[in-house]
């Protein structure tokens, strides 16, 4: 039965070597090769206090979300709802410690209702299983919940999408802020500028915030939450120089939360 497990326990060890050997994820300077980084990067340390979650799992959770799914399948706060094919509402653990905060819907997210499904999602996916998490087992969500496009003219037209408008932020925003409420998680992540800026509402830069843990407060107040921002994945398809960076706050986002209760 020992010879077992640690057969197992191996196989485990050499998929997550795998991983982050993916030529796709892996950052193009080593972690172990970070000597002589930036003072700044330091900044990465997790913060002095973690805000506490429930430790009882809300039965009526569930229930909240779907009540919620629905107002944003029948929302028409802004022009998005009556162009967007499926809003892309959310996925994973409503229970999850770490909430994923995206942009908004791309093409292939507004066909399939989903957020985070086309190669920047298959991205995402590969660094979640770096730091041993999964899409099961977090949240992500997203700023907007409908699809931004630069032509809403032609939505069958690939490349067609754009940041969402500071109008259609805040009249998405009370959606995302019930998605936090309900989570509850210790700890989240804003993948690039817009969602940074949505979250800490501030108009500095993704490069300026990242590395950093910043706070998060919902406007009724409470215990803050630490929030990461870092680079979005599609950045890190298009510059993977972004990579290493972008591994640090993930490596800062596992130690925080192996030092949560």
């Known amino acids: 039965m020992a010879q077992v497990r640690l057969s ?30 930036p003072a700044s990067v330091s900044s990465t340390a997790a913060p002095a206090a973690v805000a506490s979650a429930s430790t009882a799992a809300d039965p009526g959770v569930e229930h909240r979300f779907a009540l919620l799914r629905e107002s944003v399948l029948a929302c028409r706060k802004c022009p998005l709802g009556a ?55 977090v949240y992500i969500a997203n ?21 969402p408008s500071p109008e259609e932020t805040e009249a998405c925003r009370g959606y995302l802020e019930e998605q936090i409420r309900l989570i509850r998680p210790r700890a989240m992540v804003a993948l690039g500028a817009s969602a940074a800026k949505a ?3 501030t108009t500095d830069g993704i490069t300026r915030l990242r590395g950093t ?12 939450i630490p929030v990461m921002p870092t680079y979005h ?14 591994w640090e706050d993930m490596k800062a ?9």
């Open 8 to 37: 197992a326990l191996v196989r485990e060890l050499r998929a997550r070597v795998e991983v982050l050997e993916d030529s796709d994820w892996s950052p193009a300077v080593p972690p172990s090769s970070a000597a002589g980084r």
């Open 83 to 137: 162009q967007r094919l499926n809003p892309a509402f959310g996925v994973g653990d409503v229970h999850a410690r770490v909430l994923f905060v995206g942009e908004g819907p791309g093409f292939e997210e507004d066909r399939r209702g989903e957020p985070f499904v086309g190669k920047a999602g298959q991205l995402l996916d590969r660094i979640l299983a770096a730091i041993g998490l999964s899409r099961e087992t």
């Open 143 to 163: 700023v907007v919940k409908c699809h931004p496009m630069a032509d809403p003219s032609d939505p069958s037209k690939r490349g067609n999408d754009r940041p």
């Open 199 to 201: 979250l800490l509402r």
């Open 213 to 224: 843990w910043r706070e998060y407060r919902l406007p009724e107040g409470g215990e803050s």
């Open 233 to 246: 994945p599609a950045a890190l398809l298009r510059d993977e120089s972004l990579k290493r960076d972008a």
């Open 253 to 261: 986002l596992k130690k925080l939360l192996e030092a949560a209760p």
